[in-house]
């Protein structure tokens, strides 16, 4: 029987997922009459998780929904609940996760083995699965006996699965599967590497440039003014997409004007500019060079940015954050099944910021395209003042399913609305949160080395310089003295 094929699986989504999607292909059952191997094999060569396609084996002996949702989630290569110590997922919950992740990532297709052992409560969960995502549903059976299969398609029929279409034989079987998945790759993705820098020095914009060059070798240097550039050229060119008209200055005749500060719109887009300029920034030292090419951008715009003396010391965007590469995501997907823990231990690594204040964030709190988290801590500490800038945080490419997911979790769940906590008791009390952190196994430098005191962007200042007389002695400070 000629059945279509689906285009190849894209990679994860960076748009936000549907919540639902109809179910646009048939039933697929496999009658297996002969019980053969070579079927069984077939059907796990055939899956490939990157491109959308993975095979299910139900673990035997078990009725369970709740284990047949952990078994699809392996499937997915999510199999951190096969560690004893680590939090299990009751039923309603662990199917939302295989729902969220199947709209989040691409699955588009799947094969269930041993269908022929599936209770009608089972199917119905996969009915509902396949009712939500619009995956290809693909049912296994190996069947030696006529009761058999009456009994499956009795059960078939109680689920409401009734657009079924079948095959029956060893070589039917295997045509209808197909040829095996090639180029599939086997364990994590390799490490990243980047060029690491001396310690920077604690020079301020005027010298900073100078004295890396008087004091590191050439090539060190060179990655190092890399960076400086690099943050230079992003700062002009993001001053000017976004910096509004300058507003018109009286100046007296006894000196200049006083420097305008930014108000409270641009505080937050500035906040969000350094963290994107520095939250793939893969150690402190390259934030450093970053921060002081966009300082000398900024200055070369008549804008002064101000940040605070020692940036080493502080927390934040690429002082306490870890670059989100492949194998970083590889590994929290693999070892956290659950959305929400998952999207926890990625927002405490891109944020580099202390766990109350991510236990503020809303589900509202994230943009529409799901690039920005945006948390209003004054506004929930201080109610009734005059809102302040938010603490602006961007979301890494990478990051984005696992936000996505955690998002689509908290909407399915009951009884929640967009002003609900999108972390809510992720982390907790103490063993809570070290529990989700020994589940993750990776180094979180935000709880490792805590910090006091708002993140370095969010006490970053800017100010539109008005110089058209000589400056005052007094007046403003001298290009050399400006600080970090």
């Given at each position: 029987?000629t059945?279509?094929?689906?285009?190849?699986?894209?990679?994860?989504?960076?748009?936000?997922?549907?919540?639902?999607?109809?179910?646009?292909?048939?039933?697929?059952?496999?009658?297996?009459?002969?019980?053969?191997?070579?079927?069984?094999?077939?059907?796990?060569?055939?899956?490939?998780?990157?491109r959308?396609?993975?095979?299910?084996?139900?673990?035997?002996h078990t009725?369970?929904?709740?284990?047949?949702?952990?078994?699809?989630?392996r499937?997915?290569?999510?199999?951190?609940?096969?560690?004893?110590?680590?939090?299990?997922?009751?039923?309603?919950?662990?199917?939302?996760?295989?729902t969220c992740?199947?709209?989040?990532?691409?699955?588009?297709?799947?094969?269930v083995?041993?269908?022929?052992?599936?209770?009608?409560?089972?199917?119905?969960?996969?009915?509902?699965?396949?009712?939500?995502?619009?995956?290809?549903?693909?049912?296994?059976?190996?069947?030696?006996?006529?009761?058999?299969?009456?009994?499956?398609?009795?059960h078939?029929?109680?689920?409401?699965?009734?657009?079924?279409?079948?095959?029956?034989?060893?070589?039917?079987?295997?045509?209808?599967?197909?040829?095996?998945?090639?180029?599939?790759?086997?364990?994590?993705?390799?490490?990243?590497?980047?060029?690491?820098?001396?310690?920077a020095?604690?020079?301020?914009?005027?010298?900073?440039?100078?004295?890396?060059?008087?004091?590191?070798n050439?090539?060190?240097?060179?990655?190092?003014?890399?960076?400086?550039?690099?943050?230079?050229a992003?700062?002009?060119?993001?001053?000017?997409?976004?910096?509004?008209p300058?507003?018109?200055?009286?100046?007296?005749?006894?000196?200049?004007?006083?420097?305008?500060?930014?108000?409270?719109?641009?505080?937050?887009?500035?906040?969000?500019?350094?963290?994107?300029?520095?939250?793939?920034?893969?150690?402190?030292?390259?934030?450093?060079?970053?921060?002081?090419g966009?300082?000398?951008?900024?200055?070369?715009?008549?804008?002064?940015?101000?940040?605070?003396?020692?940036?080493?010391?502080?927390?934040?965007?690429?002082?306490?954050?870890?670059?989100?590469?492949?194998?970083v995501v590889?590994?929290?997907?693999?070892?956290?099944p659950n959305?929400?823990r998952?999207?926890?231990?990625?927002?405490l690594?891109?944020?580099?910021?202390?766990?109350?204040?991510?236990?503020?964030?809303?589900?509202?709190?994230?943009?529409?395209?799901?690039?920005?988290?945006?948390?209003?801590?004054?506004s929930?500490?201080?109610?009734?003042?005059?809102?302040?800038?938010?603490?602006?945080?961007?979301?890494?490419?990478?990051?984005?399913?696992?936000?996505?997911?955690?998002?689509?979790?908290?909407?399915?769940?009951?009884?929640?609305?967009?002003?609900?906590?999108l972390?809510?008791?992720?982390?907790?009390?103490?063993?809570r949160?070290?529990?989700?952190?020994?589940?993750?196994?990776?180094?979180?430098?935000?709880?490792a080395?805590?910090?006091v005191?708002?993140?370095?962007?969010?006490?970053?200042?800017?100010?539109?310089?008005?110089?058209?007389?000589?400056?005052?002695?007094?007046?403003?400070?001298?290009?050399?003295?400006?600080?970090?």
């Open positions: 029987m059945t279509p094929t689906l285009p190849p699986a894209t990679a994860p989504q960076a748009t936000p997922p549907q919540s639902a999607a109809p179910a646009a292909w048939p039933v697929r059952l496999f009658l297996d009459s002969d019980d053969d191997h070579a079927v069984h094999r077939a059907a796990y060569q055939w899956a490939d998780p990157a959308g396609r993975i095979t299910a084996d139900p673990t035997p009725t369970s929904p709740a284990y047949l949702a952990l078994d699809v989630l499937a997915m290569g999510r199999d951190g609940f096969s560690r004893p110590e680590a939090e299990r997922m009751s039923t309603d919950p662990a199917w939302r996760a295989v992740w199947t709209l989040t990532c691409g699955l588009d297709e799947v094969i083995l041993r269908a022929h052992r599936l209770t009608v409560e089972r199917l119905h969960r996969l009915a509902a699965w396949r009712a939500d995502t619009g995956i290809r549903l693909t049912l296994l059976a190996h069947i030696p006996e006529p009761a058999d299969e009456q009994r499956l398609r009795e078939l029929t109680a689920a409401h699965l009734v657009d079924v279409v079948t095959e029956r034989g060893t070589a039917a079987v295997l045509g209808a599967i197909g040829p095996a998945a090639a180029g599939r790759h086997y364990g994590p993705p390799p490490h990243d590497h980047a060029h690491p820098l001396p310690t020095p604690r020079s301020g914009v005027a010298a900073f440039r100078a004295d890396c060059w008087r004091r590191q050439a090539t060190d240097f060179a990655h190092t003014d890399g960076q400086y550039r690099a943050g230079y992003a700062a002009r060119t993001w001053l000017a997409r976004t910096q509004p300058r507003p018109e200055i009286t100046v007296p005749t006894d000196g200049p004007a006083a420097p305008t500060p930014w108000n409270l719109q641009e505080t937050e887009a500035l906040r969000l500019f350094l963290a994107r300029l520095t939250v793939s920034s893969p150690s402190p030292q390259h934030t450093v060079a970053r921060v002081r966009a300082q000398a951008g900024f200055l070369s715009r008549s804008v002064l940015l101000n940040v605070p003396d020692d940036l080493t010391s502080c927390a934040g965007p690429g002082i306490t954050t870890v670059p989100l590469t492949a194998r590889h590994t929290i997907t693999v070892r956290l959305p929400l998952a999207a926890a231990v990625a927002a690594m891109f944020t580099g910021t202390a766990t109350s204040l991510l236990s503020m964030t809303q589900i509202a709190s994230l943009d529409e395209g799901g690039t920005t988290v945006a948390i209003d801590r004054d929930r500490i201080h109610i009734g003042e005059p809102p302040g800038p938010r603490h602006m945080y961007a979301i890494p490419p990478r990051a984005r399913p696992l936000l996505h997911a955690a998002v689509e979790f908290r909407r399915r769940t009951p009884r929640t609305a967009d002003h609900h906590g972390f809510a008791n992720c982390f907790g009390t103490t063993p949160l070290e529990a989700l952190i020994a589940d993750a196994g990776l180094a979180i430098p935000a709880l080395h805590p910090h005191g708002d993140n370095w962007h969010t006490a970053a200042r800017c100010w539109h310089l008005h110089t058209p007389a000589p400056p005052a002695p007094d007046a403003m400070p001298r290009l050399g003295e400006l600080r970090p």
